[in-house]
């Protein structure tokens, strides 16, 4: 007897073994889908916010998973290594497929690592670390904003929509910030290189005319006392565009407005003591010390700059008058050539001097005035509103506040002064704040992204 066989399809016809064919491919089971393992990957490992900030930087998170649409994914936090400071509760995930943005609102200063997990489909997940740090809440919250990548804001100029100009005193790097949000700059130009600069420059004011900005260091000693040739500089750059669209290019530069100041002091009888303030061993932060930080060109002038001095106060003694030098020829300055000066200026500021100035459309001065002393977070701060004759003296318009970290540093825009309602916007530096409550100075943190200056807008009385 022979063995049972199955019988072949030729046996029974072409339809019969087709229909024998699919028959035994339906019996067959299908493979199951494979899914890899997703990603997660952040656009930023390290993120910044503030105690009841507007308007917090975020982080764009992107995920993706091989075998599975990506909007099938979900994000969330997992974890918080510090919940007093944000939960897990505290973070925010919005938007779909394979970009999402993460928000944290934070509740305490501090640090905090968060993990945040996706899972894919078939039940895969990945992690990832998102090191947070929050800074303490502060005065006019709703109003504020806060610049990321530095922390030393020095100078700032208007550049359109809403965007502005910052200059830092610790590096030669200019960065270009949407001043409505918190956040990275959109675009930054590190100008050392085209300075010949070995040390910063010490930016500490800016002025724009037409389309050239002019810039200016501090010209004075180290905090040391010790004479840095880089501090002794002024230049120029060319903006192009505007807002977003903001582009920059190298102009010139002069190295010797220090020096003819001092000439110029001396030729006048060292009625400001300039030559025994920049000698060596001298610091530029004491009341007859030599330290320059406003710079704003006069009514009508494309070549007259006001050079405006936070230290030394006239005479130079607590309740002194506050210090302007007219450089007449600064577009020539900005190009090496020997300064030449107007008649100085005193303005009374209430024993303060000045920390920046800024002119209106009408030719008025807005003045932001502080101490020549280096304790920024604890002396008094107001802003002046000026008409901009020599022999008239300044009003008062506004009282600062001086609680938070921080010292008030420039005025990024001037409006019309003699509007009702007028709203001018400020920004600081923080560089020597501890902003994280670790005793470490904003400036020395490690990561940029936790470095941060405060913009702050306020009405004028």
Known sequence: MRPHSSPSPRAFGPLAALALVSATALATPAHAVSYGTPTIKLSAAYLSGAVGAT????????????????????????????????????????????????????????????????????????????HYAASPAVRHSADARYPTGASDASAAVDVGGGYVLVADDEDNTLRLYDGSASGAPVRSWDLGGALGA?????????????????????????????????????????????????????????????????????????????????????????????????????????????????????????????????????????????????????????????????????????????????????????????????????AKVLDLPTADAGGWESIVAVPDLTAAGARVQLITDDGDADLYGDGVQAKDLSHPEWQKSRTTWFTLS
């Open 55 to 130: 308007g917090d930087p975020t982080v764009t998170v992107t995920v993706a998973q091989s075998g599975a649409d990506a909007a099938a994914l979900t994000v969330t936090a997992s974890r918080s290594s510090k919940t007093s400071v944000a939960a897990t509760t505290d973070v925010a995930v919005a938007g779909g497929a394979g970009s999402r943005t993460v928000a944290v609102t934070a509740h305490a200063r501090g640090y905090t690592d968060i993990t945040l997990k996706v899972t894919g489909l078939g039940g895969k997940t990945a992690t990832t670390t998102l």
């Open 198 to 394: 070995d040390k910063e420059v010490d930016i500490e004011g800016a002025a724009r005319v037409g389309n050239t900005v002019y810039w200016t260091g501090s010209l004075g000693n180290n905090k040391d006392g010790a004479y840095r040739a880089d501090r002794n500089t002024v230049f120029t750059t060319t903006v192009s565009g505007s807002g977003a669209a903001t582009s920059l290019t190298f102009g010139g530069a002069g190295h010797r407005l220090r020096d003819d100041l001092v000439a110029w002091d001396e030729a006048a009888g060292d009625r400001y003591g300039f030559a025994h303030a920049t000698e060596d061993g001298q610091t530029p932060k004491q009341v007859d010390g030599f330290n320059v930080e406003g710079l704003e060109f006069a009514p009508g002038s494309s070549t007259t700059a006001y050079v405006g001095f936070r230290a030394p106060l006239v005479p130079p003694a607590p309740g002194g008058k506050a210090l302007i030098v007219p450089v007449t020829n600064m577009d020539q300055v900005a190009r090496g050539t020997k300064a030449e000066f107007g008649t100085p200026i005193e303005l009374d500021l209430g024993g303060l001097s000045i920390r920046d100035l800024r002119r209106d459309d009408r030719g008025r001065f807005l003045i932001l005035a502080g101490s020549w002393a280096a304790d920024d977070n604890s002396d008094p701060y107001a802003l002046y509103s000026w008409d901009g004759v020599a022999g008239h003296q300044p």
